[in-house]
Each structure stands twice: as C-alpha cells, then as structure tokens.
T-cell receptor
C-alpha cells in the first residue's frame, strides 16, 4: 500500500530565504509523485510531478523537487521565498503499474512567509 | 477551457437531508475521484471511477454513494446527511496515473 508523510505541518520562512518542505513516501511499485499547492479557499494546483524520468524535477514559480529512491523522499525546495508562496502544500503519490489509480495525499504543510 | 466543474459551490443541509454533488470534466479523462478535505487531514479519497459505469470505494466511503453513467460526469450522493459530513469536497479527474486536475470545491455544512 502507498502512503505519504509530510514531516512538517507548518513551516515559516522570511521573504527571500530558502524554502524546504519535506515529504517521505512508501510505495510497493514505481511511484509517480506530485506536489500540489492550495491557496486559501481555492482549489489545488499542480506544482510539479515526477514520473520516472529525471530525478530533479522543476515546476512552476521557481519550485523544484528531487526524487531520492534510496531515501524514499521527494522534498520540495525554492531558493527564495516570495509572499505569494504562502499557501498549503500537498505531497501526493500514485503507484504506477499497481493497477490502483488512487492518489494518496499527505496531510499538508502550511507555508507562512514573513515579510 | 472549463476543466473540472463542480456544482454547487456551497450548500447547507439539515441532518437527514439528501443531496447530490455533480462533477463534470471536459478533458475526456478516464479516471475521476471524489475527495473530502478536513483541517489537518489532507485530502481523503471517498470513491473513484476508472471508467464509465465503474466505481470503487476509497478510504472513507461510508455514508456516500457515487455513479458514473457518463464518462464526463461523476456524481456524489449523500442519502442522509450527518454533521460529520461537514467538509469541503473536491472532485478530480486524470488520465490514468498522471496528474489530476481538480475542481474548485464544494463547501458543505450539515447542521
């Protein structure tokens, strides 16, 4: 069975400093991994995805994530936080090849950006 | 470019009432999903469908029913609403296990 653990429920950074949101996953098959962002009272928007191509994935708005199979991690980073990055972020796993097309969500990390 | 459209956007129900949430997608996706979002819980899968006429239970299916009579539509029903079903409901669609596209959500309050 697949599962996702987001290691921090809340992260607070100052504007202009790096962002690190941590995600560990468990999967029996070759996983597809995603990061979604949700701004207050909005739907979910895809930031980036890993689907077994390059392990370093670049997404929108300067975010990137690195797939590390040995560590079962898919941490999200950004070199310099902007006020507009304040939102909730979800790490998501889907097991490719398992015949199960459920997306399993982590519980989310709320990012606060301090001016 | 509508993508995934949910109706209604807001609803208040009394305990015991029934209602149906409609999800429509125009991307010809095979897979459709219903999730509920509660504070600190992330999104939890209620039911999903891998094609027209097929449905399957997710993590939290109790108290909900679904139907997928047409490929583009996925309906979520509450037969007898309970306060525990107060939540924000999201519909999503995808082409197999690629990224899912989400609707804007339905905020349901059961009093």
């Amino acid at each position: 069975a697949q599962s996702v653990t987001q290691l921090d429920s809340h992260v607070s950074v100052s504007e202009g400093t790096p962002v690190l949101l941590r995600c560990n996953y468990s999967s029996s098959y070759s996983p597809s991994l995603f990061w979604y962002v949700q701004h207050p009272n909005k739907g979910l928007q895809l930031l980036l995805k890993y689907t077994s191509a390059a392990t370093l994935v670049k997404g929108i708005n300067g975010f990137e994530a690195e797939f590390k199979k040995s560590e079962t991690s898919f941490h999200l980073t950004k070199p310099s936080a902007h006020m507009s990055d304040a939102a909730e972020y979800f790490c998501v796993v889907s097991e490719a090849g398992a015949g199960s097309y459920q997306l399993t969500f982590g519980k989310g990390t709320k990012l606060s950006v301090i001016p | 470019n509508a993508g995934v459209t949910q109706t209604p956007k807001f609803r208040v129900l009394k305990t015991g009432q029934s209602m149906t949430l409609l999800c429509a997608q125009d991307m010809n996706h095979e897979y459709m999903y219903w999730y509920r979002q509660d504070p600190g819980m992330g999104l939890r899968l209620i039911h999903y469908s891998v094609g027209e006429g097929t449905t399957a239970k997710g993590e939290v299916p109790d108290g909900y029913n679904v139907s997928r009579l047409k490929k583009q539509n996925f309906l979520l029903g509450l037969e007898s609403a309970a306060p525990s079903q107060t939540s924000v409901y999201f519909c999503a669609s995808s082409y197999r296990d690629t990224e899912a596209f989400f609707g804007q959500g339905t905020r349901l309050t059961v009093v």
